[in-house]
């Protein structure tokens, strides 16, 4: 036992000294994620409160219309005979062509003819087609209104319901939920990043320096040699996920991420208040998810004949389990079956996001950490075996 600590501390020693391991275990978690989440905010803030420009040709002929189109909220309304080239050319989010008669035809009781134009690859464009719609539904239910009244019927005939709509979801809710498209994601990324370059430097580095053959001659046998560095790397790891969730949860609380179409915006961070269990669950599984990463990349390292070939063995490692549970965790409301709580990673993103949202399953929880465990107990033998072979440590 004493020989492993010597080694952890040694290793842990040696990472601290090193800018690069640094840079990934505590530049990256501490800047980047507060700079994505600031970021994020920012530009869809000033996507949403910038007003949308519309033009509109031939505005004389409903001039009725387009007053309720200016009365909407951020909505620019100009005058243009060519609406199409206005939006073509980016002078207009959206153009309103208005048929010459409409409102004579409808005051005959005939339906005026209009044209929208829009550009379906620009954001802007649907919010102006929104304030359209709007505009248009608005006139057209005044319209119909009057027709009915000169008729002597009541306009409440046509509206048999009245429904108002009511949102169960408390801050609570909102924030777990809200939460559980982004923290997976990043718990699974810095799992991985966070003892990647630990795990490469202490391996393939080694080689290259040609320290490692003096660390076999030590005492200390490959067993306690394999477990000392595995414990410096699963450290690293576990470092870098307490920064980047700290910084995460700090940056919410400067810039709350908010939720579009539901009216009401929530505080991901404060609004959120997790059960003990749920917190001790979330723990565990980052910890099983750093310490399988950390052999997993151990042992691709220790295979490499180079640091930089370590990288070309470890980074499609990255790739493969980050882009299937980025895709899983940013998919709301995602419900699979039984088997996929089998699959290891993959399983533990979903049981991330149960525990954001509300209790997760028994069933479920119990399938993920047995899973864990055993994909843990594999990676560890990997490493194991592959620091059992002096073929492959001594691979230069």
């Not at 379906?120 to 239910?141: F, K, M, N, W």
Request: charged residues 15%; glycine residues 6%.
């Amino acid at each position: 036992m004493h020989n492993i600590m010597t080694i952890w501390m040694k290793e842990l020693r040696d990472t601290v000294r090193d800018r690069r391991t640094l840079t990934v275990m505590v530049l990256v978690p501490i800047l980047l994620t507060p700079a994505l989440i600031v970021g994020m905010n920012m530009l869809a803030r000033a996507t949403s409160s910038k007003p949308v420009r519309i033009a509109v040709s031939n505005e004389a002929a409903a001039p009725q219309l387009v007053q309720l189109l200016r009365r909407q909220p951020l909505v620019t309304v100009t005058s243009n005979f060519d609406p199409t080239g206005a939006v073509k050319g980016g002078a207009a989010d959206a153009g309103l062509a208005i048929a010459p008669g409409f409102a004579s035809r409808v005051g005959q009781g005939s339906a005026g003819h209009l044209t929208v134009i829009l550009d379906s690859t620009q954001t802007s464009s649907d919010r102006a087609l929104t304030a359209i719609s709007a505009a248009r539904e608005e006139y057209g239910a005044g319209v119909v209104a009057g027709r009915l009244r000169s008729r002597g019927v009541d306009p409440a005939v046509l509206s048999p319901v009245a429904a108002t709509t009511r949102d169960v979801a408390t801050k609570q809710a909102l924030a777990g939920f809200l939460l559980s498209l982004i923290v997976p994601a990043f718990l699974v990324s810095y799992s991985m990043m966070g003892g990647m370059y630990t795990a490469m430097d202490i391996a393939a580095g080694e080689k290259e320096r040609f320290t490692l053959e003096a660390l076999l001659l030590s005492p200390a046998t490959k067993l306690q040699i394999t477990l000392g560095k595995l414990l410096a790397v699963s450290t690293v790891a576990l470092v870098t996920i307490v920064l980047a969730l700290t910084a995460l949860f700090v940056a919410l609380e400067k810039a709350p991420l908010t939720s579009s179409g539901t009216g009401t915006g929530a505080n991901a961070a404060g609004a959120l208040s997790l059960p003990m269990g749920s917190i001790l669950l979330l723990a565990l599984l980052g910890a099983l998810l750093a310490l399988a990463f950390s052999a997993l990349e151990l042992a691709l390292s220790i295979l490499a004949r180079s640091f930089k070939e370590a990288q070309s063995y470890v980074t499609p490692l990255y790739l493969v389990a980050f882009i299937p549970t980025f895709a899983l965790a940013a998919i709301p409301g995602l419900k699979l079956g039984a088997a996929f709580y089998l699959i290891p990673v993959v399983n533990a993103v979903l049981v991330f996001k149960e525990a954001l949202v509300g209790t997760p399953a028994a069933s479920h929880v119990l399938l993920t950490i047995l899973t864990m465990l055993l994909f843990c107990l594999v990676s560890v033998l990997v490493t194991l075996r592959a620091f059992s072979d002096e073929r492959v440590l001594l691979r230069s």
